[in-house]
């Protein structure tokens, strides 16, 4: 499968070491990289037509995925 952007690392380049910390001691923090993983990969595949869905359901996964990366920045912060 081919790169897939917005992963957590290049979003936060200068917080690579921080996101591993906290994926090991903060199941919050886990969980919301987990799901923002998920939605990511989702939002991968839709855009390039490997499982493609409707406009809507698009527009949520990428609404999803901004709140989570909001949440994420502040627990990073």
């Known amino acids: 499968m ?8 290049e979003e936060f380049p200068d ?3 921080k ?5 090991e001691t ?3 923090f886990r969980k919301l990289a987990e799901r923002y993983h998920t ?3 989702d939002i991968h595949r839709a855009e ?9 359901n698009e527009e949520r996964m990428r609404k999803e995925r901004l ?4 949440q994420i920045a502040g627990m990073l912060a």
């Open 67 to 70: 709140h989570l990366k909001d």
């Open 15 to 17: 917080k690579v070491q």
């Open 39 to 41: 939605v990511n990969r």
């Open 48 to 56: 390039t037509n490997i499982e493609p869905t409707d406009q809507f």
């Open 2 to 9: 081919s790169h897939t952007p917005h992963e957590l690392a």
């Open 26 to 28: 903060d199941a919050h």
């Open 19 to 23: 996101i591993h910390d906290l994926n």
